[in-house]
């Protein structure tokens, strides 16, 4: 064999041996790293403490997994999933706002009951005004603001309003239950219908009066999770229900002061 044939083959035997170096069939035994997924989650505003602690836990156990939320108010949620929007879970604060996707076909089976939350009325600390009740909010002594009767927490409020057998006259409609707990926050209202959740997320930014008609039919609010049809990541989807249902959920929730169901 000739020199030149013989260079020609050892270069080609070198390089073999680095595609297979490359590939992880070393004999060092490295392993490749699992593909790079991305779960996209749109979820209720008032779940976003909540499932900001849980994503670190469940990418942790899903090595290679990244979870992107899309937190906002329920229905808006809802319909953008209707439309086609991309998401793997849809997260609701209502019965009804999932079944505006469950009747739409966009979601995969039967979504998952788990939890549920009831209103609180938030003022600033120290409650400057005496708020006791819904009663306290009616006159132009005290202002405050609510969600949109279409989000779940604006319904929640209008059936807690029926109960008390009273009419708010906010100067805010809201399109989620944190921009109401903004408003409060920075004091551009005196008080704030949002959910006992929000106030303990708060850190003591606001203080909670509880009151009777937050447990009136239609007041208290459950919290439903699916997986929407037709995702490219249904396995993750799935994990991912399990994972908020499931003990390291429940132990999350209870802490954030839902209910569980």
């Not at 992107?68 to 793997?88: E, R, Y």
């Not at 008080?191 to 009777?212: E, K, M, N």
């Amino acid at each position: 064999m000739s020199s030149a044939r013989r260079l020609v083959l050892a270069a080609a035997a070198a390089t073999l041996a680095f595609g297979v170096a490359a590939c992880g069939g070393s004999s060092g035994g490295e392993q490749q790293a699992p593909p790079t997924r991305t779960l996209t989650v749109s979820a209720a505003a008032s779940l976003t403490d909540v499932y900001d602690q849980l994503k670190p836990q469940f990418e942790q156990a899903n090595p290679g997994t990244t979870v992107v939320f899309n937190f906002g108010g329920s229905d808006t949620l809802a319909q953008q999933v209707v439309q086609g929007a991309p998401a793997d879970v849809l997260a609701t604060a209502s019965t009804r706002t999932m079944q505006t996707a469950q009747q739409a076909g966009r979601i995969q089976g039967e979504p998952v009951t788990y939890a549920t939350n009831k209103l609180q009325i938030a003022v600033q600390p120290g409650n400057p005004k005496g708020i006791v009740d819904l009663t306290s909010l009616v006159g132009p002594q005290v202002t405050e603001s609510v969600c949109a009767p279409a989000v779940p927490c604006g319904a929640a409020t209008e059936a807690a309003e029926r109960a008390a057998g009273v009419t708010l006259d906010p100067v805010s409609e809201e399109q989620d239950v944190r921009s109401v707990l903004q408003r409060v926050v920075t004091r551009n209202v005196d008080a704030g219908l949002v959910y006992v959740t929000d106030v303990r997320a708060s850190d003591g930014q606001v203080q909670g009066i509880d009151f009777p008609q937050a447990t009136a039919q239609g007041a208290a609010q459950n919290y439903l999770v699916g997986a929407v049809a037709g995702s490219r990541n249904a396995d993750l989807a799935n994990s991912w229900i399990q994972f908020v249902t499931g003990p390291q959920g429940d132990a999350v929730l209870q802490q954030a002061g839902f209910a569980l169901k």
